[in-house]
């Protein structure tokens, strides 16, 4: 056991400790085997579990339970087991309890494979050359290299950040934009409302990932997908509200967008009856662009427990004003 996590141990020993999961049950399992031999002295419950509720100190969870303050009186931390926070209504949890999103090596490694599968497949024009195959059609298409191709990811947190890194490396031309501009090294950077426009219209190919929040709710809109190149393309790895997709069909028909790889829907599952299924420009897939992986995230999880005794800041800390 490491220094830190001995002290997380000092600290919690005190007082029994439980800490409480609540999401999918198969990931459950492994968290609760990393947990029995990095933190022994907090005790891992898989929802609804054994514990008292009144043992229980730290609550994972992609849904929260109803009448969290009530039912866990000495909770001091709630961990949202994905990226997003969008799910928890802060509103229903008492004001002072720290809400801490996961931020953690392995979310970020799936979304780089996925956005950089979904990037490839589009420039190299793929979702063209399956449909050619179905209907054996031997027709080469002119081949442009990355070097040639614009690149635009929306959302410059973690995961924009580490998907810029391979782009970049792969030799595209590399856009950002974010609420507040950055300054990232090799792309060129955009911020506030204002600019979203002129970034826009550099994207051949953009990525959406974005956080949900009032602000990006149905951003994602006819005169947004306007200010794109014509015939760009978009991968979809935000949140489904964000995305109109009557709008997102539309210039899909009229030629305004030729591709869309879209991982995450409004709802979720996907009703079979819903367009998006059958269009033949869509690529779906049922929001598994990335996941949190237990192995890593244990330590960015124990970490943040021992930060949060010692008074140091948690990483992925929300700013519950801001949404994320
Ligand atoms: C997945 O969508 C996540 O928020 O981690």
């Given at each position: 056991?490491?220094?830190?996590?001995?002290?997380?141990a000092?600290?919690?020993?005190?007082?029994?400790?439980t800490?409480?999961?609540?999401?999918?049950?198969?990931?459950?399992q492994?968290?609760?085997?990393?947990?029995?031999?990095?933190?022994?002295?907090?005790?891992?419950?898989v929802?609804?579990?054994?514990?008292d509720?009144?043992?229980?100190?730290?609550l994972?969870?992609?849904e929260?339970?109803a009448?969290?303050?009530q039912t866990?009186?000495?909770l001091e931390?709630?961990f949202?087991i994905?990226a997003?926070?969008d799910?928890?209504?802060?509103?229903a949890l008492p004001?002072?309890?720290?809400?801490?999103?996961?931020?953690e090596?392995?979310?970020?490694?799936?979304?780089?494979?996925?956005?950089l599968?979904?990037?490839?497949?589009l420039?190299r024009?793929?979702p063209?050359?399956?449909?050619?195959q179905?209907?054996?059609?031997?027709?080469?298409?002119p081949?442009k290299?990355?070097?040639?191709?614009?690149?635009?990811?929306?959302?410059l947190?973690?995961l924009?950040r580490?998907?810029?890194?391979?782009?970049?490396?792969?030799?595209f031309?590399?856009?950002?934009?974010s609420?507040?501009a950055?300054?990232i090294?090799?792309t060129t950077c955009?911020?506030?409302?204002?600019?979203?426009?002129?970034?826009l219209?550099?994207?051949d190919?953009l990525?959406?990932l974005l956080?949900?929040t009032?602000?990006?709710q149905?951003?994602?809109n006819?005169?947004?997908?306007?200010?794109?190149?014509r015939g760009a393309?978009?991968?979809?790895?935000?949140?489904g509200?964000?995305l109109?997709?009557g709008?997102?069909?539309?210039?899909?028909?009229?030629?305004?967008?030729?591709?869309?790889?879209?991982d995450?829907?409004?709802?979720e599952?996907l009703p079979?009856?819903?367009?998006?299924?059958?269009?033949?420009?869509?690529?779906?897939?049922?929001?598994?662009?990335?996941?949190?992986?237990p192995?890593?995230?244990?330590?960015v999880?124990?970490?943040n427990?021992?930060?949060?005794?010692?008074?140091?800041p948690?990483t992925?800390?929300?700013?519950k004003a801001?949404?994320y």
């Open positions: 056991m490491n220094r830190a996590l001995e002290e997380t000092d600290l919690t020993a005190a007082q029994p400790s800490f409480l999961y609540k999401a999918d049950p198969l990931r459950g492994r968290w609760a085997e990393l947990f029995s031999v990095r933190a022994p002295d907090i005790a891992f419950h929802w609804p579990g054994h514990a509720p009144k043992s229980v100190r730290y994972a969870v992609w929260p339970p009448r969290i303050a866990f009186p000495n931390i709630l949202s994905a997003g926070v799910q928890i209504d802060f509103d004001p002072d309890l720290p809400v801490v999103r996961m931020i090596p392995g979310i970020a490694a799936g979304m780089v494979e996925y956005v599968w979904a990037v490839l497949s420039h024009d793929m063209a050359y399956r449909r050619f179905s209907e054996c059609l031997w027709k080469p298409l081949l290299l990355a070097a040639a191709r614009r690149v635009g990811v929306l959302g947190g973690e924009g580490a998907v810029l890194r391979q782009l970049s490396t792969l030799g031309q590399t856009f950002g934009w609420r507040s950055r300054n090294a090799g955009y911020g506030a409302q204002e600019q979203l426009p002129a970034f219209a550099n994207c190919i990525i959406c956080p949900l009032a602000q990006t149905g951003l994602l006819k005169s947004f997908l306007n200010h794109l190149p393309s978009l991968v979809h790895v935000g949140r509200q964000q109109v997709s709008d997102l069909l539309s210039a899909l028909d009229s030629g305004q967008l030729s591709e869309a790889v879209i995450v829907t409004q709802p599952p079979a009856s819903d367009p998006l299924w059958t269009h033949p420009r869509v690529t779906l897939t049922p929001h598994i662009a990335s996941m949190t992986q192995d890593s995230a244990v330590d999880v124990l970490e427990i021992r930060r949060f005794h010692a008074g140091e948690m992925g800390l929300v700013n801001r949404g």
